[in-house]
């Protein structure tokens, strides 16, 4: 489904991205993971438009999207939740998920409510009561609001008690077992992000060191640090 060629980003004159290429296999969950500065961040910001390439491509089913507008690729079926929990804090939990749905033109957040019941429980709550795990929960609920086929998830386990990143994780391969969803999951929570992904790809200063196909035991303990 995804397909990044010799994909390079910068900031000014800092090289964010160096030359990756990689490939994403449709309703795969492959997890990106590394250091804090390996440009894990920025590849997810590049795929869903907020950050423009320097050189490469990025193609979904196919199809060029690197040059288009961030509602274009969101159109095409691109969901990107990036870290940090950013729910609208003074509306309801319904009006933050009737957002998500508004390009469609959709407000049944039925199947949002199935991987998410507690998020049915607190309706008419301000977002700014929820806890950190709630907010996480309405963060990706309202990305599924779109109906995407590819979501982009960026350190959804920051910050949370290990119980609640295990209930995420678990989540995640509900979701996809559900809907066939591609999950590229960004996380420096390697070992539960290890428990739930296909595939693993490392980055390092930019660039991929180590894929699942070579990601042995002393290539583990140098980025991964177990």
Not at 17 to 45: F, Q, Y
Not at 89 to 103: F, M, P, Q, Y
Request: glycine share 10%; hydrophobic share 45%; no cysteine.
């Amino acid at each position: 489904m995804l397909r990044l060629e010799g994909l390079t980003a910068a900031y000014g004159p800092v090289v964010a991205l160096d030359d990756v290429s990689l490939e994403v296999a449709e309703g795969e969950i492959a997890t990106v993971l590394g250091a804090n500065g390996a440009g894990k961040t920025t590849l997810l910001r590049t795929i869903s438009g907020l950050v423009r390439a320097r050189s490469g491509r990025v193609l979904l089913d196919g199809r060029e999207i690197g040059g288009a507008k961030v509602e274009e690729i969101v159109r095409l079926g691109v969901a990107h939740v990036p870290e940090g929990r950013g729910v609208i804090a003074e509306l309801t939990v319904e009006e933050n998920l009737r957002l998500g749905g508004l390009w469609r033109r959709t407000r049944d957040a039925g199947d949002v409510f199935e991987l998410f019941p507690r998020l049915q429980e607190r309706l008419a709550q301000p977002a700014s009561t929820l806890s950190g795990g709630e907010r996480q929960m309405l963060v990706i609920g309202r990305a599924l609001m779109a109906r995407p086929r590819l979501l982009l998830l960026d350190e959804p386990s920051l910050g949370l008690a290990p119980r609640i990143t295990a209930q995420i994780m678990s989540l995640l391969r509900d979701l996809r077992e559900r809907t066939g969803l591609t999950v590229v999951l960004v996380e420096q929570n390697a070992r539960s992000a290890l428990s739930v992904a296909d595939r693993a790809i490392v980055l390092a200063l930019g660039r991929i060191v180590a894929s699942d196909e070579t990601l042995d035991d002393q290539l583990r303990h140098a980025y991964l640090g177990f």
